[in-house]
C-alpha cells in the first residue's frame, strides 16, 4: 500500500493544478474522491464503508463551504479529515463505570484478536487508577486459555477467579456468574470477564456469549478486534454486535502495520465508539483511542 503514497500526497498531487483554479468543478471534485476512494481501500477500509463516505465527502466538497474557500483543496482535505473524525466517534469516549460497584466489564471477540492480553492490561490501568479489579477465567474453550488469563493477571497483579483445576470442562455461564458473586463479597469493585472466541464467528459460542452477558449484566460489553484483520472487519463486527450487543470497541495490534481501516469500518457499521487502542503484547501498551489521532493515521 505504500507504493501509492499516502493519502495527503495523492491529494496535494491531484490539487497540484487545481490551486491555481480556485473554484471545483464537478470533475475536479470526482478526480479528488476517486484518490480518497482508492486511499482507503489501501488503508482496508470496507468497500460499502468506503462508498458511503466518498459519497458524502463528495456531497459536502461541490458544497458552498467549498466554492467559497480561499483554498479549495486544503477546504477537501479538512472535509475530509471531519468526516473521518465524526465517523470514528467524534469526542473520546471513556469507560463507564457502575454507580453501585462492582463495574463488569465483558469482553467479547475472535480467537486471536487480543482478549486475555487487554484483560490483563485493563486491570493493570484499573488498578493504578485505585481500583480493585477481578478477572473472571470464562474462556474454558481453550485448554490453555485459563492458565493464559491467570498468568497475565500475575504480571498485572490482579486477582483471578477461575473453575477449579479438575472440574472438568466447566460451564462458562456460571463461572461467570459466580465469579461477579466472588467480586461482590471480596469487595472487587470492578470485574474483568475474558470469553471464549473461535476463529471464526460461529454460533454456539456467540449463544454462550449472550448468555453470559444475561447473566451477569454488564456495563460494559468491549469487542475486540485485530487492526490487522481488513475487509472481514464489517461482517465480523456486525455478528458480534447482533450476538452481544457490545457497548464499545478495543482495537488491538495497532502496533503493527494496519493503516487502521478496520477502526473505520467498524465504527461507521456498528456506530459504537472505539474506546481503547492496544499497541503490543506489553502490559502497558494500552492507550485511550484518539479519534482525531486515528483520522491522521488513515490520511498519512
Ligand atoms: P485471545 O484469543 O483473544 O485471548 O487473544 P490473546 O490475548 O491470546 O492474543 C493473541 C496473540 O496476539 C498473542 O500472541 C498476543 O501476545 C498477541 N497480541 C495481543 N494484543 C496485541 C497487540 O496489541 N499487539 C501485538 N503486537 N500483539 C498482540
New binding site residues.
Given amino acids: 500500500m505504500a507504493t501509492f503514497g499516502t493519502l495527503s500526497d495523492r491529494l496535494t498531487e491531484t490539487f497540484r493544478n487545481l490551486r491555481t483554479k480556485g473554484k471545483l468543478s464537478p470533475a475536479d471534485v470526482d478526480g479528488t474522491v476517486r484518490e480518497i476512494r482508492r486511499a482507503l481501500l489501501d488503508a482496508d477500509v470496507a468497500l460499502p464503508v468506503v462508498k458511503d463516505f466518498t459519497a458524502k465527502v463528495r456531497e459536502r466538497a461541490l458544497g458552498d463551504e467549498v466554492s467559497r474557500a480561499l483554498n479549495p483543496a486544503q477546504q477537501v482535505v479538512q472535509i475530509v479529515n471531519e468526516e473521518l473524525v465524526a465517523i470514528l466517534g467524534g469526542e473520546q469516549r471513556r469507560l463507564q463505570f457502575a454507580k453501585n460497584p462492582p463495574t463488569v466489564i465483558m ?1 467479547a ?13 485493563l486491570a493493570r490501568l484499573l488498578e493504578k487508577d485505585g481500583h480493585t479489579p477481578l478477572l473472571i477465567a470464562a ?1 474454558l474453550q ?1 485448554p490453555n ?1 485459563v492458565n ?2 491467570q498468568v ?1 493477571a500475575e504480571r498485572a497483579g490482579a486477582a483471578v477467579y477461575a473453575p477449579e483445576p479438575g472440574n472438568g470442562v466447566g460451564d462458562p455461564v456460571k463461572v461467570a456468574k459466580e465469579g461477579v458473586e466472588y467480586a461482590k463479597r471480596h469487595q472487587h469493585d470492578t470485574v474483568i470477564i ?1 470469553t471464549a ?1 473461535r476463529l471464526g464467528v460461529d454460533a454456539e459460542l456467540m449463544k454462550q456469549a449472550s448468555d453470559i452477558r444475561r447473566v451477569t449484566s454488564p456495563d460494559e460489553v468491549l469487542f ?1 478486534i ?2 490487522m484483520i481488513g475487509q472481514d472487519a464489517v461482517n465480523t463486527a456486525k455478528a458480534f454486535q447482533e450476538g452481544v450487543d457490545f457497548t464499545g470497541v478495543v482495537l ?5 502495520d494496519a493503516r487502521g481501516g478496520a477502526a473505520l469500518s467498524v465504527a461507521s457499521v456498528t456506530g459504537r465508539p472505539i474506546i481503547y ?5 506489553g502490559l502497558e ?2 492507550e485511550p483511542f484518539h479519534p482525531d489521532r486515528m483520522a491522521s493515521r488513515i490520511l498519512d
Avoid: I, M, P, W
Wanted: hydrophobic residues 30%; glycine residues 18%.
Fill in positions: 469482553l471477540g475472535l480467537q486471536g484478536s487480543g482478549k486475555t492480553t487487554f484483560a490483563g492490561k474462556d481453550r486459555a493464559q488469563l497475565v475474558d472466541g475486540v485485530d487492526a488491538s495490534k495497532l502496533d503493527g487502542a492496544s499497541t503490543g503484547e501498551d494500552l
